[in-house]
């Protein structure tokens, strides 16, 4: 059994090859929110290990909370392989990725930090259940406001630099210091056995709704 997992939705790449169980490779490349050169690498490294894309049996992809352009490149991008090769795919929470990154996090109810740019973080709420972690809520927040809200949170899990948070967070604020996709596969998280079950698994969580510019009405409105 071949496995990849793949992630866009921060600001880095992360990808992961498994065979068998076993970890073949776990990397990460900044992707510039574009996905011509993402290909090419991901080829390459998997040529490496003597596999070609069409190998890989099963594919992890996370959804986010990200940004509009990063999640579409991801998203997309796995599908696209998938329905070329016929591998079955699953789209996961980012979240879970960076809660499986701590060996050990304290507390019942966590918060995830993901970068929301703007002086904003996107908070993942995860509680803890007898097996794993579920997802309860997920908003914006300007980082100014985290320290009134601690109150909710047992502790909070980032991949952004500490230095960017109040004082007051810093004590229950675990940092991680990468995206490692090959966490989505550790979740052993059953894949689905149909079309409709993997479309609907990756639908991504966006938080922002994407924004059109209707061009006729810029123009009008510099004129």
């Not at 997309?76 to 998938?82: D, H």
């Not at 993901?114 to 997802?135: A, P, Y």
């Not at 009134?148 to 810093?170: H, I, N, T, Y």
Request: glycine share 8%.
């Amino acid at each position: 059994m071949i496995q990849a997992a793949f992630d866009t939705s921060a600001s880095h790449a992360a990808f992961a090859l498994y065979k068998d169980g076993q970890c073949l490779l776990s990397l990460t490349r900044e992707c510039q929110r574009g996905a011509s050169k993402l290909l090419p690498w991901i080829q390459e490294l998997i040529k490496e290990h003597g596999l070609t894309v069409a190998d890989v049996n099963e594919w992890f992809v996370g959804i986010g909370p990200g940004s509009f352009t990063g999640l579409r490149v991801g998203i997309s991008f796995v599908k696209g392989i998938c329905y070329g090769s016929g591998a079955k795919y699953k789209g996961l929470n980012s979240g879970l990725a960076y809660l499986s990154a701590v060996d050990l996090v304290p507390g019942e109810k966590v918060n995830v930090l993901h970068d929301g740019r703007k002086q904003e973080v996107i908070c993942n709420v995860f509680e803890k259940t007898e097996t794993s972690w579920k997802e309860i809520s997920t908003e914006v927040l300007k980082i100014i406001d985290l320290p009134a809200r601690l109150g909710e949170w047992d502790s909070l899990v980032s991949l952004m630099d500490k230095e960017v948070f109040p004082d007051e967070c810093q004590q229950s604020l675990m940092q991680i210091e990468t995206l490692d996709s090959a966490n989505f596969i550790k979740c052993n998280e059953e894949m689905p056995s149909s079309i409709e079950e993997m479309e609907s698994s990756c639908d991504p969580i966006y938080v922002r709704p994407a924004v059109f510019i209707d061009p006729i009405k810029l123009k009008r409105k510099h004129k």
